[in-house]
T-cell receptor, first 112, second 111 residues
Framework: SQQGEEDPQALSIQEGENATMNCSYK?????LQWYRQNSGRGLVHLIL?????REKHSGRLRVTLDTSKKSSSLLITASRAADTASYFC????????????FGKGTKLSVKP | DAGITQSPRHKVTETGTPVTLRCHQT?????MYWYRQDPGHGLRLIHY???????DKGEVSDGYSVSRSKTEDFLLTLESATSSQTSVYFC??????????FGPGTRLTVL
């Protein structure tokens, strides 16, 4: 399975702190994506990093990818209470017909 | 939610009854997906479609069928609902850049 596995399963921090979530996967990928899910809502795409990229930024988000270790990390800087959500990584193999395989997610709680 | 709607949003049904969930998109995306989300299992792929009348099975397809007669609509049918199919169902579409957009979900309870 190409399922991404997020670590930790749950993370609780104070507002203003940084939050780091990790993802590991098993085989070669085309790209890796991170999604956020607020309670009771659908997933929202955050960022995509291609297999030939090592780091990517989007606002307060920073994603790294280490294909030699088959791992990725998502860093949220200066967390806000509104960042409270579950975060999923989704490795993607193959071309357009390859599917995303979601892990179980990291549940982030940011306390005001 | 990128123009993706799901109906119904909530449904309670009885074991053995047929159920159809509808996903409608206005983005003209070629790829569409049905997932279920359960505690402890994360998001699991049921079926997907790569074009009109072109569908394929995902990880947990047993007990489900799908149809796609138009680009904008992707239907998920539970032929004979069972309690193990109680779940939250999400539809998603995919852009050419491989990003997926998700609908708001349908909460299905099978009694």
């Amino acid at each position: 399975s190409q399922q991404g596995e997020e670590d930790p399963q749950a993370l609780s921090i104070q507002e203003g702190e940084n939050a780091t979530m990790n993802c590991s996967y098993k085989t070669s990928i085309n790209n890796l994506q991170w999604y956020r899910q607020n309670s009771g809502r659908g997933l929202v795409h955050l960022i995509l990093i291609r297999s030939n990229e090592r780091e990517k930024h989007s606002g307060r988000l920073r994603v790294t990818l280490d294909t030699s270790k088959k791992s990725s990390s998502l860093l949220i800087t200066a967390s806000r209470a509104a960042d409270t959500a579950s975060y999923f990584c989704a490795p993607k193999t193959g071309g357009s017909q390859g599917n995303l395989i979601f892990g179980k997610g990291t549940k982030l709680s940011v306390k005001p | 939610d990128a123009g993706i709607t799901q109906s119904p949003r909530h449904k309670v049904t009885e074991t053995g009854t047929p159920v159809t969930l509808r996903c409608h998109q206005t983005e003209n995306h070629r790829y569409m997906y049905w997932y279920r989300q359960d505690p402890g299992h994360g998001l699991r792929l049921i079926h997907y479609s790569y074009g009109v009348k072109d569908t394929d099975k995902g990880e947990v397809s047993d007990g489900y069928s799908v149809s796609r007669s138009k680009t904008e609509d992707f239907l998920l049918t539970l032929e004979s609902a069972t309690s193990s199919q109680t779940s939250v169902y999400f539809c998603a579409t995919q852009t050419g850049l491989y990003e997926q957009f998700f609908g708001p979900g349908t909460r299905l309870t099978v009694l």
